[in-house]
């Protein structure tokens, strides 16, 4: 299974999404792929931002190496699954996806059993508070994720 996680920068949520997948699929024993990309390229191969990498830290997920990076056309043929971190990225991705390209789109709150639809709200101009929130958002996305690809087993 090959995942990739959107959002604009490639710099708070989309990294934070990859990280935390790596770390539960890890846990679970899952043999996944993972990576994160930004529907813009303001941020290229920068880091994650520091508060992002603060906060997965101190929940002992570590955000690595990552660097940012732009959604490309071949991205839709190389994952099996590209989530979206709220709906307007997956709106771009929808626009953007090839015809024909095997892979399947979502929303990641889609796959909580509460929040189906709703974003994971961008942390990046708020606070220290933001970026815990968004990380609880997308830890019970990602559990949701991590239950599907185990059922599928």
């Known amino acids: ?3 990739l996680f959107v959002c604009t920068g490639n710099i708070c949520r989309s990294p934070t999404a990859e990280g935390v997948f790596r770390h539960f699929a890890t846990e679970a024993g899952l043999d996944v ?3 994160s990309a930004g ?3 303001f941020h290229f191969g920068h880091r994650p931002d520091r508060r992002s990498v603060r906060a997965a830290a101190a929940r002992g997920i570590d955000l690595g190496d990552q660097r940012a990076r732009k959604v490309e056309k071949v991205d839709f043929d190389t994952f099996d699954l590209i989530v979206a971190l709220d709906n307007g990225h997956l709106r771009r991705l929808e626009r953007l996806q090839p015809a024909n390209a095997p892979a399947r789109l979502h929303l990641l709150l889609d796959f909580t059993h509460d929040r189906a639809g709703e974003d994971v709200p961008d942390p990046y101009y708020g606070g220290e508070d933001g970026f ?21 087993r």
């Open 1 to 3: 299974m090959r995942v």
């Open 132 to 152: 815990e929130h968004a990380l609880d958002l997308i830890e019970a996305g990602v559990r949701g994720i991590i239950a599907e690809i185990k059922n599928r």
């Open 39 to 41: 529907t813009r390229g």
């Open 33 to 35: 792929i993972a990576d």
